[in-house]
């Protein structure tokens, strides 16, 4: 290299972020001193955790770093403009104006559903029809009329593999339309949801149950019992928990881990109609019957606004992926730019009564659900404009999704990992602490001895306790097992005595001279 060439500065100073919450964004937790210096005592895992946190340093400064080629902005409407969809048409590309269509269908009111990577659309119609097609392209993959009435319809995962909740039985098929799995716990299902990151499929039933179930091993991994009917479904993306409605207007947070709600919002209100959580996992959007919706904050579980309206009879709420905030109400749909905005950017009207919505990720389209058929909606700003390829992929082709699917399988985490605060995963207590914990849960249990230091412990503590006088305690298992040995014994006993008599008497009329004298007493008398 000639002296005249100038050299290339150090890698770490090709971007220093000057915000710092761009980098706290990506850190998660690996600046904790505490956690290191105060929980952790054995010097290996201390050494891994510090190697550990270097590293999630390094990483959070190379993301940082990689959003300086975030160069694609997402697109807006001036709110104080009222434009139609036919003029937002003609001004917007002709290959995203293709991909505006309404399409009247007689089997309805339709639920639809669109793939992480939105590109694929999935319809089922209550009156007997389940369709699935790439609306890029067209291309159909399967129609098929069910002779049950179609309740709600969910992808699970890619576009591979859909579920089909009727008033009959939850059904799994394949791309082509084959039944490969019946859910028959999950009867009178009326809401679906999937989660991805762990492999399990949601349903809330009309008999008051959610039933959770892993696609992977078919295995039913909780059915609780709800108390309230579920008139709504929807789940965090960050951390897995399922939201329902109510009937009774509460709202009440689930995990796989119990049988009751980790939290709930009770609020005297109507009905829960709609409920929806948006993509950081910390807004949840709820519309009522009496026209309102509430929004709350999942940090503190404290409600942050409340939109009142004087008109009734909204039937679906969604966020999109840049936090845009659409209301079905009638057959109007409203879109608002932040939900503090009391003025709708847009507003659409369709010929029927709307029932179900849902935002393209990637797209700046919404889908949407009629009486009558299905239609889609642009929206400018809804979609997410950089495109990361490692969680959807909209070009992707049949290899890298085969290859994708391996992965997902590979990385699918654990039931237990789905909390209310996400970050508890990573948190690290002392092995003292826990080893304490697991014993004394299983004394509670009587599945281990009580140690004798325990035991002498407990006599220091209590001397006025007279235990060598205290009878023992006999738990009704012991006592089946005592009685249950005595039958066994009496009854050895006695089948013992009688084949010894009969061994007896066959000895005696084997014997000649038993035999004559038994003759001669006989004869005698």
């Known amino acids: 290299m000639s002296k005249d060439q100038p050299t290339l500065p150090d890698r770490d100073e090709w971007f220093s972020p000057e915000q710092k919450e761009k980098y706290e964004k990506y850190v998660r937790g690996a600046d904790d001193e505490e956690l290191i210096d105060e929980e952790v005592k054995a010097p290996a895992i201390r050494n891994e955790l510090i190697h550990h946190k270097e590293d999630v340093s390094a990483a959070a400064r190379s993301a940082a770093r990689s959003e300086m080629l975030h160069t694609v902005e997402k697109g807006y409407i001036d709110s104080q403009t009222r434009l139609s969809q036919r003029e937002i048409l003609k001004e917007i590309p002709i290959a995203i104006a293709a991909r505006k269509f309404d399409f009247q269908l007689p089997n309805g009111p339709y639920h639809v559903d669109i793939t992480e990577n939105g590109r694929t659309l999935l319809l089922g119609g209550e009156g007997g029809h389940l369709a699935m097609f790439d ?23 890619d576009n591979t593999r859909c579920a089909m909740a009727t008033n009959k039985s939850l059904y799994i098929l394949d791309k082509t339309g084959v039944q490969m799995h019946e859910i028959r716990e999950a009867n009178g299902a009326t809401h679906l949801e999937f989660l991805p990151h762990f492999w399990l499929l949601v349903a809330a039933t009309e008999h008051k149950h959610l039933v959770y179930t892993d696609i992977t091993s078919g295995e039913i991994v909780m059915n609780a019992y709800t108390t309230f009917l579920p008139t709504c479904m929807c789940r965090n993306r960050q951390s897995g928990v399922i939201a329902l409605g109510h009937d009774r207007g509460s709202i009440s947070l689930w995990t796989p881990n119990t049988n009751e709600p980790v939290a709930r919002l009770q609020k005297h209100t109507p009905a829960v109609v709609a409920i929806d959580i948006d993509m950081t996992g910390t807004k949840l959007a709820a519309a009522h019957g009496d026209g309102n919706i509430q929004i709350w904050d999942l940090r503190n579980f ?44 847009l507003s659409s009207k369709y010929p029927s009564k709307v029932t179900s919505l849902k935002f393209a990720t990637f797209e700046d389209f919404a889908i949407i659900g009629l009486q009558s058929g299905i239609s889609s909606m642009v929206v400018p700003g809804s979609g997410e404009p950089n495109l990361d390829s490692n969680v959807a992929n909209p070009f992707e082709t049949a290899e890298w999704r085969q290859e994708q699917e391996v992965r997902h399988l590979l990385d699918k985490l654990p039931k237990e990992m789905i909390s209310l605060d ?62 249950k040995d005595e039958y066994n014994r009496k009854l050895i006993e006695e089948k013992t005595a009688q084949l010894k008599k009969e061994a007896d008497g066959k000895d005696e009329e084997a014997d000649p001279l038993a035999r004559f004298q038994r003759e001669k007493k006989s004869k005698n008398f």
Request: aromatic share 8%; net charge positive; glycine share 6%.
């Open 302 to 345: 404290n409600r942050c606004y409340q939109k009142r309206s004087d008109f009734a009879g909204i039937t679906d709420i969604a966020f999109s992926a840049t936090g845009v905030l659409g209301v079905a109400r009638g057959n109007h749909v409203e879109m608002y730019n932040k939900y503090e905005d009391k003025r709708a950017f």
């Open 135 to 157: 609306w890029f392209n067209g291309q159909k993959h399967l129609e098929i009329n069910p002779e049950f009435k179609v309740r709600d319809v969910c992808f699970l995962g």
């Open 422 to 483: 996400p970050s508890t995963v990573f948190h690290v207590g002392k092995i003292e602490n826990k080893h304490k914990e697991r014993t004394e849960r299983l004394k509670k249990k009587r599945m281990i001895k009580v140690d004798a230091n325990d035991q002498q412990q407990q006599n220091e503590e209590e001397p006025n306790k007279k235990q060598k006088n205290q009878p023992k305690k006999v738990t009704m298992e012991r006592k089946l097992r005592m009685m």
